[in-house]
């Protein structure tokens, strides 16, 4: 590789998991109009996860998922709609 060029590399994704992006999206979701919708995104998203997770899951996606939920149930406590 020459100086000034840069190896491209696959975009990562910075979540661990498919459903935190719909989760981050309703916890940093600016707009309380559409904060009620964002947080029924999220919790479809988490409870598709839950749908699909094998016997034994992964225990730091399970605490991930607790923590996500219980940030949610908060915020809808905020913006009940």
Not at 21 to 37: F, N
């Amino acid at each position: 590789m020459s100086n000034g060029e840069e190896q491209k590399q696959p975009q990562e994704t910075p979540f661990d998991y498919d459903w935190q992006e719909a989760c981050c999206k309703a916890l940093h979701e600016k707009d309380a109009e559409k904060i009620p919708e964002r947080i029924r995104e999220a919790n479809a998203a988490i409870q598709d996860r839950l749908s699909r997770l094998e016997p034994w899951p992964d225990g730091r996606e399970m605490q991930a998922l607790d923590e996500a939920v219980q940030q949610l149930r908060a915020l809808r406590s905020r913006f009940p709609k």
